[in-house]
Nanobody, 120 residues
Framework: QVQLVESGGGLVQSGGSLRLSCNSA????????MSWYRQAPGEQRELVAT???????NYTDSVKGRFTISRGNVNKPVYLQMNSLKPEDTATYFC??????????????WGQGTRVTVSS
């Protein structure tokens, strides 16, 4: 049973940095893609960054040049480095992993979220 737990969130001033980690209790095998989403209060969950198995990264326009998604190890499979943070980055951040199953299907995992608050 795989459980994802995010860490690294907190309160930071505008212009500051945070590094989010996605910690995996249980090994996720055959990862197809890893992503970070965020959800601000009263808003829809938004895709922030995705890293596929070929190492290709994509970002939503509002974080390009400021955020970097990277692959870790089997216990901490994905990170999100966030620089030059802005108040509008305030949200709960979730990690998401899509993996292939041994029978040819797909399975997805979500973390419970970590809160990021950027003060002006």
């Amino acid at each position: 049973q795989v459980q994802l737990v995010e860490s690294g969130g907190g309160l930071v001033q505008s212009g500051g940095s945070l590094r989010l980690s996605c910690n995996s209790a249980g090994s996720v095998l055959s990862i197809k893609a890893m992503s970070w989403y965020r959800q601000a209060p009263g808003e829809q969950r938004e895709l922030v960054a995705t890293l596929d198995n070929d190492g290709n990264a994509n970002y939503t326009d509002s974080v390009k040049g400021r955020f970097t998604i990277s692959r870790g190890n089997v216990n901490k499979p994905v990170y999100l480095q966030m620089n030059s943070l802005k108040p509008e980055d305030t949200a709960t951040y979730f990690c998401y992993i899509l993996a292939n199953t041994v029978v040819g299907g797909k399975v997805s995992y979500w973390g419970q979220g970590t809160r990021v608050t950027v003060s002006s």
